[in-house]
């Protein structure tokens, strides 16, 4: 063992392996990630976000969404979204060489998907054009707006600006009046802070079991049952056509659950206790596609002695709301579409 330790000491390699290598970053992105103090997102629609550097955080469109606990939440997906553009390698790089004859509308660059522009403090600038996925939907079509070059990058490295952008339009404030907004300001309009497009595989926890919905390769929902891991790029499931619109309609119908009222932001546990959420009836997990991390964990507690609403908490942002309980109805009906739990 010390011969061995010598060995690496002095030649930087394991006997009978290769050198050891220091980690040097490689995106595309020449324009450190923590020099970054605004970016504008232009979405495929015309729509346009605007995130500027307030500290250690982001404020959007220049409101004070940026103060509540869900600009956590987004802020995390950019920062993410910088240091992957910094530091991911293009699967493939195309140069000009290899563009004869293609049009740039093949890869989805003209026009783009979605521009992501990127400004220093010092007035630097870069502009990321997001294109479409390759064939096999494992990588984006990707351009650094001044280079000939087009880059293949792995598809998780654009998914983070679609969920920054997808979440930013969801925690917009949804009144419009000056009172309103006063009384207002912050309140989430949503129950789910992403909109279900975004979302690739949910699990319900409830009755002591888990079951686990997933989209197909074509993007159509089944029930996984088994274990929850696939070896290889493919997804060999395959959504009963019967089931998945089902499957799909109650989803979508949670994913629109808007929030009645905000009732904390960051409770104490003893409130959660009141509310029937230290141990809540049913957890539900939400996660985008290539990501093991949830989006969105949400706990639904005890109904509301009004009979119409339903206590929730979202963890990523620490809110308390109110629902309507039929968000409780959409989890029940897909429970019993899964059965009992393996």
Do not use: C
Request: charged share 20%; hydrophobic share 45%; proline share 7%.
């Amino acid at each position: 063992m010390i011969a061995v330790v010598g060995m690496l000491a002095v030649t930087g390699r394991w006997p009978g392996s290769s050198s050891i290598q220091r980690f040097a970053p490689a995106g595309i992105l020449d324009l450190p990630a923590e020099r970054v103090a605004r970016i504008d997102i232009v979405d495929p629609g015309g729509g346009a976000l605007t995130f500027d550097r307030k500290g250690t955080g982001w404020v959007v469109d220049g409101t004070a969404v940026p103060a509540t606990p869900d600009t956590t939440a987004i802020a995390a997906r950019i920062e993410t979204g910088l240091r992957l553009l910094t530091v991911s390698s293009p699967v493939r790089t195309l140069r000009s060489s290899d563009q004869d004859n293609v049009d740039m509308a093949t890869f989805g660059l003209d026009p783009p998907r979605r521009l992501v522009s990127l400004t220093a403090a010092d007035s630097a600038t870069a502009t990321v054009a997001f294109g479409a996925a390759n064939p096999a939907q494992t990588s984006q079509y990707v351009r650094v707006i001044g280079r000939a070059a087009v880059y293949l990058m792995p598809r998780h490295v654009g998914a983070e600006w679609d969920l920054a952008a997808d979440m930013a339009h969801r925690a917009a404030p949804a009144v419009t009046s000056s009172a309103a907004r006063s009384r207002d300001a912050g309140s989430p309009r949503f129950l789910v802070p992403v909109s279900m497009a975004r979302i690739w595989s949910v699990e319900i926890v409830a009755g002591g079991g888990l079951r686990r919905f997933e989209r197909d390769d074509a993007g159509d929902w089944f029930l996984h049952v088994g274990q929850h891991v696939h070896i290889g790029p493919a997804d060999a499931h395959v959504a009963d056509p019967d089931r998945a619109p089902v499957i799909a309609a109650e989803l979508d119908a949670f994913g629109q659950t808007p929030v009645e009222r905000l009732i904390a932001r960051d409770p104490a546990s003893d409130e959660l206790a009141h509310y029937g959420l230290a141990r809540p009836q049913t957890i539900v997990l939400l996660y985008a596609r290539d990501d093991s991390r949830p989006v969105a964990r949400i706990d639904l507690g005890d109904a509301a002695s009004d009979g119409f609403t339903r206590l929730a908490l979202v963890r990523e942002t620490a809110t308390l709301v109110a629902v309507p309980d039929y968000a409780a109805a959409h989890l029940a009906k897909l429970l019993k579409i899964a059965g009992p739990s393996s």
